[in-house]
């Protein structure tokens, strides 16, 4: 439990021993270009006259970065603020109160750690603490959650479905734009609800840790709450961009699954976080998942003699498992499911 940065790095000065990365892993230069053109798609405007327009926009982004922002996203303005509120307050209870949570067992239904699964074998930590548990349906799982703050549950509970409403109105936008049938991804390609919340400490020395090492979200999609603090960097063309702080938008980002199942059309966007010297940063980030047992594969529509299926079907399950496996290492998460074009 004392292993959580949020329990013992308040006044620290300088960054512990096994938290200072391998010359080549460290991030180095703090300030990287802010990536200006990445996509603020309108959702406002997902209907007609505008609607082949944001389609058209969302598959662009999908295709280029792996990432886009979306506005007027139907989420309201105040339960963001009351979610980020209650997310930071969580964070920053006293230690014995966040103690009974305190686990690495991925099969619990509510779990809080600190870097990473493997945090007892690895050398070097990650700057960051993690809280997650599945949300949907909540009646299932809201006894799994925290119980302080007292209102943690309440309003998480109404966050969560909001944001499963948003997720799965831009699924319905990509399977448009792809030319999938309707509700292609409504069923068991979307049916788990991830919620896990990122918190990053104000950290003494930036240049040497990481707050997540690069990696691809292993789900389909994933639905990020960035905040007011910067800290999320994406790869493109062999330099890290900053993805600017809106603070009311959503970041949404490409997954794995999503890249198999369009046959490559949209990619997952390969991201890190780099922690702050000023303030800590708190991001809830929904990763919407296939059901464990979901055969994931190139989608039949996709897929001709002139588009042959670039990756092998696998059931999620054990997608997830190479994954944990590999720390999240997005080479090695998918190379055994390519298939030679
Ligand atoms: C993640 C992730 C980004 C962030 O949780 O997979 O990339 O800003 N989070 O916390
Ligand atoms: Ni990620």
Known sequence: MEKLVSSWSINVQSLPENYVLPPGQRPGKLIVPPCKSLPVVDLGKATSPDRAETIQKILEASWEFGFFQVINHGVSDNLINESRSIFSEFFNMPAEDKASLYSTD??????????????????????????????????????????????????????????????????????????????????????????????????????????????????????????????????????????????????????????VI????????????????????????????????????????????????LYKAFKFIDFFKNFTAANGDPETALNPYKLQA
């Open 262 to 309: 369009s046959n490559g059309k949209l990619r997952g966007a390969e991201h890190r976080v780099v922690t702050n010297p000023r303030e800590a940063r708190t991001t809830p980030t929904t990763f919407i998942n296939p059901s464990p047992d979901c055969v994931i594969q190139p989608a039949e529509a996709l897929v001709n003699a002139s588009n042959p299926p």
């Open 106 to 259: 991925i099969d619990k239904s509510c779990i809080l750690y600190t870097s990473n699964l493997n945090y007892d074998i690895e050398e070097v930590h990650l700057w960051r603490d993690n809280l997650r548990h599945p949300c949907h349906p909540s009646e299932e799982y809201v006894q799994f959650w925290p119980e302080k703050p007292t209102k943690y549950r309440e309003i998480v509970g109404a966050f969560s479905v909001e944001v499963r409403k948003l997720s799965l109105k831009i699924l319905d936008l990509i399977s448009e734009g792809l030319g999938l049938e309707q509700g292609y991804f409504g069923g068991e390609l979307s049916k788990r609800q991830l919620l896990s919340v990122n918190h990053y400490p104000r950290c003494p020395d930036p240049s040497l840790t990481l707050g997540l090492p690069k990696h691809i979200d292993p789900c389909l999609i994933a639905v990020l709450l960035q905040g007011d603090v910067d800290g999320l960097q994406v790869y493109k063309d062999g330099q890290w961009l900053g993805v600017e702080p809106l603070p009311y938008a959503f970041v949404i980002n490409i997954g794995h699954q999503l890249q």
